[in-house]
């Protein structure tokens, strides 16, 4: 079970694996797709795997300790944001992507053309990783987390000690 911590606005949940994660109420699956459609801050414990297609209405940060696949994910509402953060790499499957995505101390990696708006930030691109077939990354500055002006629209975030914390949705 998730430890969770609320009042009023904020959020923080801390999940032992993915499974656990995917299976709670933070989303719901229609026609094959993953929808999101709760404000959250997670940290997942482990790999995890956000394909073939999710899509998210409101505003989100999702952080794994591990490796995070990533398919299809879309907004379904322009004013949310998502930041998805790994503890190791993040592989794309070669479909649309909006978010920024953080791996600091890991690479990127895709198996067919890279579509990512918003942004990326990774300890290294190595070119055996890429796809032969290209891509593209359109930095949008919604999803920079320093950008003070676009980033408080959507929530702010306080972290603690531990790695879980509390998002501000406003």
Same mark, same amino acid.
């Given at each position: 079970?998730?430890?969770?911590?609320?009042?009023?606005?904020?959020?923080?949940?801390?999940?032992?694996?993915?499974?656990?994660?995917?299976?709670?109420?933070?989303?719901?699956?229609?026609?094959?797709?993953?929808?999101?459609?709760?404000?959250?801050?997670?940290?997942?414990?482990?790999?995890?795997?956000?394909?073939?297609?999710?899509?998210?209405?409101?505003?989100?940060?999702?952080?794994?300790?591990?490796?995070? /696949?990533?398919?299809?994910?879309?907004?379904?509402?322009?004013?949310?944001?998502?930041?998805?953060?790994?503890?190791?790499?993040?592989?794309? /499957?070669?479909?649309?992507?909006?978010?920024?995505?953080?791996?600091?101390?890991?690479?990127?990696?895709?198996?067919?053309?890279?579509?990512?708006?918003?942004?990326?930030?990774?300890?290294?691109?190595?070119?055996?990783?890429?796809?032969?077939?290209?891509?593209?990354?359109?930095?949008? /500055?919604?999803?920079?987390?320093?950008?003070?002006?676009?980033?408080?629209?959507?929530?702010?975030?306080?972290?603690?000690?531990?790695?879980?914390?509390?998002?501000?949705?406003?």
């Amino acid at each position: 079970m998730a430890k969770f911590e609320q009042s009023r606005s904020h959020l923080a949940y801390e999940f032992p694996d993915q499974a656990s994660y995917l299976q709670s109420s933070l989303s719901t699956i229609k026609d094959g797709v993953r929808h999101f459609d709760r404000p959250h801050h997670v940290y997942v414990e482990g790999d995890l795997d956000l394909s073939p297609a999710a899509d998210y209405s409101c505003s989100m940060i999702i952080w794994a300790s591990g490796n995070v /696949t990533i398919g299809r994910l879309t907004r379904t509402n322009p004013a949310a944001r998502c930041l998805i953060i790994a503890g190791k790499d993040v592989r794309a /499957t070669g479909q649309p992507i909006e978010a920024g995505v953080l791996a600091p101390r890991g690479q990127l990696s895709w198996s067919g053309p890279l579509r990512l708006k918003g942004f990326l930030a990774v300890d290294r691109l190595e070119p055996e990783h890429f796809s032969a077939d290209g891509g593209t990354i359109d930095y949008d /500055t919604r999803f920079d987390p320093a950008n003070p002006v676009q980033w408080s629209q959507a929530y702010s975030v306080v972290l603690g000690p531990g790695p879980t914390g509390t998002v501000h949705t406003q």
